[in-house]
């Protein structure tokens, strides 16, 4: 619908063109910004059609099924279509001008505005602001530059408030970065802080647990060397106790024979804590190697539970419970019957009535468990992490009457560790316990054809603990040419840039230079690059930091046929 129409032949017509724009713009709710653009642009496209010898006119519309304002504008020159000061002006205020043509000869054309309304509006409302327009006078040019003017002062007044809004924005922005800045280079120093004190605190974990590993190390050569030195002069005493309270002898009174049978049982009993401590010793020093075969466990079980029934208080009753006819394991049945021995000796002890169960179970095909459960006194739940350390008994009304050293269960744990499984307990005090061996059933080596004979040549046992580098040694005796020894890192690069070695079995943590500047020593060094490297270290050995190294294996529980196995597989 046709609002309004303004014909442009002069000067006065292109100061009427300004006042009608604006007026349009607002009739149709524009607000004060898009008024100026729009009355801005059409006196520009206005001076251009002015100067030209036929004139032109501007139309405004209203475009109901759109909702736009449509301004033609006809009788723009030819000339000017593309870099007129007019148009130009026209498409850097408004975002939609378009060129047409409009006359035959293309001697001139228009230019079309589309702007959205702000609202939709319907044909009535476009009729109402035709007839509001039709109302309003045009004033004179005077009076437009008045108009002009006070739009300048206020764009200048509103761009002189946004430059003072913006210039205190900058310098508000400006002491946020200081803040910032000041901020991060606190907290950068606060990071460098807590970053060296925790590499200081890595540092003192790493020296701590290598003391302690040293300390643990220490204790089982002792307890070896103790348990070895006791045992002899015991077992001597024990002997000669026998032969004294032998019938056929006929020397000792009844009360010489009473105190010598005395010294016998105490002698029987410090004989039996020199045996655990000596058990416990190897298998804390790796010294127990598992002999692996096939067991029947339901069959070994059952005649330790026949050994041990006469052990039973009355009133108590022991039994084996299993859903399996026969279960085989590939394991030690010398160290797997110790084991059941032990847990049933230690459930019968603290079992004063009710019964006591060894429950056989497939928890999977790759598993079985062993599980021995008690009506017993029970454990509480702060005394369960001990009893599993040497040397530990938890005090309660039965440890008056029963002797004990503390060993059994941490050398039934180390045992069924060495053996790779795992013993647990879960016990309720006044309810009872029940002790787990989980023990893998597969055996550890299935092929059965016989391993090709494996022959090293000289080898470099590199390791801090000498009682380490002596099993090693036995381990490679039929294997290996020659067995040396280094104590750490530099004695090992010594020693390599030296003589010449067809392997390296290497530890990681070492005094001086540890098993991982080895490594790089020897990948940096051309003659040694190639020399095959194993790493055997007490940590995991999968997360074992060994780029160079051909194979890792664990300390704890290595045995002869393991080394060997990994050698011959890696080599």
Do not use: W
Not at 212 to 236: D, G, I, M, W, Y
Not at 460 to 465: E, G, K, M, Q, T
């Amino acid at each position: 619908m046709r609002l309004f129409h303004q014909d442009i032949a002069s000067a006065d017509d292109v100061f009427a063109l300004r006042q009608r724009s604006r007026q349009v713009a607002a009739v149709a709710g524009f607000d004060t910004a898009d008024q100026v653009r729009l009355a801005t642009a059409l006196s520009e496209l206005g001076r251009d059609v002015m100067v030209t010898d036929h004139g032109g006119a501007v139309d405004f519309a209203i475009d109901v099924d759109r909702s736009q304002l449509v301004v033609t504008c006809t009788g723009l020159p030819h000339t000017a279509r593309d870099a007129g000061p007019g148009l130009v002006a026209a498409r850097r205020l408004l975002p939609a001008v378009e060129v047409v043509g409009t006359t035959d000869d293309g001697s001139a054309d228009g230019v079309e505005i589309r702007r959205s309304l702000p609202s939709p509006a319907t044909a009535s409302e476009a009729a109402a602001m035709r007839t509001a327009l039709e109302r309003l006078v045009v004033i004179s040019p005077l009076d437009e530059l008045r108009a002009q003017n006070r739009e300048l002062l206020a764009a200048l007044e509103e761009l002189t408030a946004r430059h003072e809004e913006l210039t205190e924005l900058n310098a508000e922005l400006d002491q946020t970065n200081q803040g910032v800045m000041a901020m991060y280079t606190q907290l950068s120093e606060e990071l460098e802080t807590t970053n060296r004190g925790v590499v200081a605190l890595y540092a003192e974990l790493d020296e701590k647990s290598q003391r302690l590993q040293e300390t643990t190390e220490a204790k089982s050569r002792f307890l070896n060397n103790v348990s070895h030195e006791l045992r002899s002069p015991v077992s001597s005493l024990v002997g000669l106790s026998r032969l004294l309270v032998d019938p056929d002898n006929g020397v000792l009174s009844d009360d010489q024979r009473r105190q010598v049978e005395l010294v016998a049982s105490t002698a029987g009993e410090l004989l039996d804590l020199v045996n655990q401590l000596l058990d416990l010793a190897r298998a804390e020093f790796r010294r127990l190697e598992p002999e692996v075969i096939r067991v029947e466990l339901v069959e070994l079980v059952a005649r330790v539970v026949e050994v041990l029934r006469p052990q039973a208080r009355d009133g108590v009753e022991l039994g084996v419970a299993t859903s399996e006819e026969r279960v085989d394991v590939f394991t030690d049945p010398t160290l797997v019957r110790q084991v059941v021995r032990n847990l049933i000796a230690n459930a019968l002890a603290f079992t004063t009535s009710g019964s006591v169960t060894v429950r056989i179970e497939r928890p999977s095909a790759k598993a079985v468990a062993v599980a021995v459960v008690d009506t017993g006194i029970g454990i509480a739940l702060a005394d369960q992490s001990k009893i599993f350390e040497e040397f530990v008994q938890v005090r309660g009304p039965h440890q008056a009457t029963r002797r004990g050293s503390g060993l059994g269960l941490a050398y039934s744990r180390r045992v069924v560790e060495l053996l790779g499984g795992e013993l647990d307990v879960e016990s309720e005090v006044g309810r009872g316990s029940t002790f787990t061996v989980r023990l893998p059933v597969d055996d550890p080596t299935p092929s059965t054809s016989p391993p090709p004979p494996l022959a090293i040549g000289r080898v470099l046992v590199v390791d801090d603990d000498p009682m380490f580098r002596a099993d090693v040694r036995s381990m490679l005796q039929a294997v290996a040419s020659d067995v040396a020894e280094a104590a750490d890192g530099v004695q090992a690069l010594a020693q390599l840039r030296r003589d010449r070695f067809d392997l390296v079995l290497l530890d990681l943590m070492m005094p001086r230079l540890d098993g991982a500047g080895v490594l790089t020593a020897m990948a940096a060094d051309p003659e040694l690059r190639d020399v095959p490297v194993v790493v055997i270290t007490s940590a995991d050995p999968s997360r074992a930091q060994a780029p160079h190294a051909v194979a890792a294996l664990a300390k704890q529980g290595l045995t002869a046929s393991t080394l060997l196995s990994s050698l011959a597989a890696h080599l």
